[in-house]
């Protein structure tokens, strides 16, 4: 076989190599989450019971807005980004007959961490609003988050009602991302990474499971909640329907490098061969 073209092979192996590798033998990263005004995701809301039985009790959007001007827990303005969450879910009324019960909350985003400043709940059965202030910013997600990340979160909440009345109370949570998986909803099939999240470190009997999706950005695939066999058996749980993400910070694997030294043995080889040929010549 001709010298060259065995070299031609040897390239295109290594390249093929280059190029796949990482795929097995590296986990993706996701970067911090870029929020970008008109992004939103639609989620279906319902439960489990422990026997499968599945029932459907609503609907949930989450909109991205434009930023502002907000104080934070140090006094200090700072840029939020603002986002409204707009949840629907069928109640029965006292009455016994079942109603459509809305309720939307406004959140105010810190922009350096995607940690909640301040957050504003209201709705038809809400006597006023119930604002809950943040010190500091709270949040459910360490990034970048990959395999094996783990964290903690303390922060105080305070709680003020529509009677001026406040109530402060400490916030105490953590978190793991446990591994990758795949999951499918009708907005699609999505390779995620799991995050299991205890928002009361007091009681690691209750849980979250989150599944982010570079492709979904700051908002999951799905979330459960689960509360403990001492509680009741009863899943909660939201799935993505349909969403749109703007451009957001992701580096699972990218082929730079590969092509700069699939380059660099080629220029290698060219020279190599150049030499040879003037010392046969």
Same mark, same amino acid.
């Given at each position: 076989?001709?010298?060259?073209?065995?070299?031609?092979?040897?390239?295109?192996?290594?390249?093929?190599?280059?190029?796949?590798?990482?795929?097995?033998?590296?986990?993706?990263?996701?970067?911090?989450?870029?929020? !970008? /005004? &008109?992004?939103?995701? =639609?989620? #279906? @809301?319902?439960?489990?019971?422990?026997?499968?039985?599945? $029932? %459907?009790?609503?609907?949930?959007?989450?909109?991205?807005?434009?930023?502002?001007?907000?104080?934070?827990?140090?006094?200090?303005?700072?840029?939020?980004?603002?986002?409204?969450?707009?949840?629907?879910?069928?109640?029965?009324?006292?009455?016994?007959?079942?109603?459509?019960?809305?309720?939307?909350?406004?959140?105010?985003?810190?922009?350096?961490?995607?940690?909640?400043?301040?957050?504003? !709940? /209201? &709705?038809?059965?809400? =006597?006023? #609003? @119930?604002?809950?202030?943040?010190?500091?910013?709270?949040? $459910? %997600?360490?990034?970048?988050?990959?395999?094996?990340?783990?964290?903690?979160?303390?922060?105080?909440?305070?709680?003020?009602?529509?009677?001026?009345?406040?109530?402060?109370?400490?916030?105490?949570?953590?978190?793991?991302?446990?591994?990758?998986?795949?999951?499918?909803?009708?907005?699609?099939?999505?390779?995620?990474?799991?995050?299991?999240?205890?928002?009361?470190?007091?009681?690691?009997?209750?849980?979250?499971?989150?599944?982010?999706?570079?492709?979904?950005?700051?908002?999951?695939?799905?979330?459960?909640?689960?509360?403990?066999?001492?509680?009741?058996?009863?899943?909660?749980?939201?799935?993505?329907?349909?969403?749109?993400?703007?451009?957001?910070?992701?580096?699972?694997?990218?082929?730079?490098?590969?092509?700069?030294?699939?380059?660099?043995?080629?220029?290698?080889?060219?020279?190599?061969?150049?030499?040879?040929?003037?010392?046969?010549?």
């Amino acid at each position: 076989m001709n010298i060259g073209r065995t070299y031609v092979i040897i390239l295109c192996s290594s390249l093929v190599f280059l190029f796949m590798a990482p795929s097995f033998l590296a986990t993706f990263t996701m970067e911090q989450p870029i929020l !970008t /005004e &008109g992004d939103f995701w =639609t989620y #279906e @809301l319902g439960t489990i019971e422990s026997d499968g039985t599945k $029932t %459907v009790a609503g609907e949930e959007r989450i909109e991205v807005g434009g930023t502002t001007t907000i104080t934070d827990g140090h006094g200090q303005q700072v840029s939020a980004r603002i986002v409204t969450e707009t949840r629907e879910v069928r109640v029965e009324s006292d009455q016994g007959e079942e109603k459509l019960s809305t309720v939307t909350t406004t959140y105010y985003y810190d922009e350096s961490s995607l940690g909640i400043i301040e957050q504003v !709940t /209201e &709705g038809p059965d809400m =006597t006023g #609003e @119930l604002i809950g202030s943040f010190n500091p910013p709270y949040w $459910t %997600v360490e990034w970048p988050l990959s395999v094996g990340n783990e964290w903690t979160v303390n922060s105080n909440n305070t709680w003020t009602i529509y009677t001026g009345e406040r109530n402060s109370q400490p916030v105490n949570s953590s978190g793991i991302c446990r591994n990758e998986t795949e999951i499918t909803t009708p907005a699609g099939t999505f390779s995620c990474l799991e995050v299991q999240s205890w928002p009361q470190r007091q009681d690691m009997d209750k849980y979250d499971l989150l599944y982010f999706s570079q492709e979904t950005g700051f908002q999951p695939v799905r979330n459960e909640k689960h509360y403990g066999a001492n509680a009741y058996s009863t899943v909660v749980y939201m799935e993505l329907q349909e969403f749109h993400c703007g451009e957001y910070g992701t580096s699972p694997h990218t082929p730079g490098f590969e092509i700069l030294l699939a380059f660099g043995i080629l220029l290698g080889f060219l020279v190599w061969r150049k030499k040879r040929e003037q010392k046969n010549g």
